[in-house]
């Protein structure tokens, strides 16, 4: 059974960090681009960053670009996301996914295929 399993979520005041990790489990990802998605109530599912299989490529939505940095490590089957300077306007829920083939990564929720429970990111002002 494939797993992401999100952990590093919670609440903080603005100007904190926090680093979310995301471990995979059922199957490898080494070869997979993955990302970080996040998600307020009635709101679409949007992108915030996301890094190519081997870590060489990465992207970051503009607001949160110079902030947050996503990373990977392909032998602990892990994607992290640091997040720094943390802002009211971050706090939703965060998900990891994974694409099931390809290690490009993609700008659209739709193109992953495995996604994890989401963890929650609250930052107070």
């Known amino acids: 059974q494939v797993q992401l399993v999100e952990s590093g979520g919670g609440l903080l005041q603005a100007g904190g960090s926090l680093r979310l990790s995301c471990a995979t489990s059922g199957r490898t990802f080494r070869n997979s681009a993955m990302a970080w998605f996040r998600q307020t109530p009635g709101k679409e599912r949007d992108i915030v960053a996301a890094i190519s299989w081997n870590g060489g490529s990465t992207f970051y939505a503009d607001s949160v670009k110079g902030r947050f940095t996503i990373s990977r490590d392909n032998a602990k089957n892990t994607v992290y996301l640091q997040m720094n300077s943390l802002k009211p306007e971050d706090t939703a829920v965060y998900y990891c996914?994974?694409?099931?083939?390809?290690?490009?990564?993609?700008?659209?929720?739709?193109?992953?295929?495995?996604w994890g429970q989401g963890t929650q990111v609250t930052v107070s002002s």
């Open positions: 996914t994974a694409r099931r083939i390809g290690g490009t990564y993609r700008l659209i929720a739709g193109e992953y295929d495995y």
